[in-house]
Nanobody
Framework: QVQLVESGGGLVQAGGSLRLSCAAS????????MGWFRRAPGKEREFVAF????????YYTDSVKGRFIISRDNAKNTVYLQMYSLKPEDTAVYYC?????????????????WGPGIQVTVSS
């Protein structure tokens, strides 16, 4: 069992930056690949970013490429999402998720554990 808790969300102006953190419980964090998803108001939850177990592979949805960076610190059981040049359309509840398998990284149904989510609001 893995428990995930996000932090670092809040209100920021367009063009600003935020760093989300996701702390995982348990001693097997390095056994899980990690993803970030988001759900904007009135929309379906969507994939944002993925990082492999070791951190040597990362993938992003096109709308955040060049602006967001996913990273992880396995010694701290934490995955991060550094967000730069934020836009109002980035406003959403952001979720971190863990999966034991590394394929189909953009499909939320393949993730085993989810955090409760954290609000990010970008004002124009």
């Amino acid at each position: 069992q893995v428990q995930l808790v996000e932090s670092g969300g809040g209100l920021v102006q367009a063009g600003g930056s935020l760093r989300l953190s996701c702390a995982a419980s348990g001693r097997t964090f390095s056994s899980y690949a990690m993803g970030w998803f988001r759900r904007a108001p009135g929309k379906e939850r969507e994939f944002v970013a993925f990082i492999s177990r070791s951190g040597d592979s990362t993938y992003y949805t096109d709308s955040v490429k060049g602006r967001f960076i996913i990273s992880r610190d396995n010694a701290k059981n934490t995955v991060y999402l550094q967000m730069y040049s934020l836009k109002p359309e980035d406003t959403a509840v952001y979720y971190c998720a863990a999966k034991s398998q590394q394929y189909f990284y953009s499909l939320e149904g393949t993730y085993d554990y989810w955090g409760p989510g954290i609000q990010v609001t970008v004002s124009s």
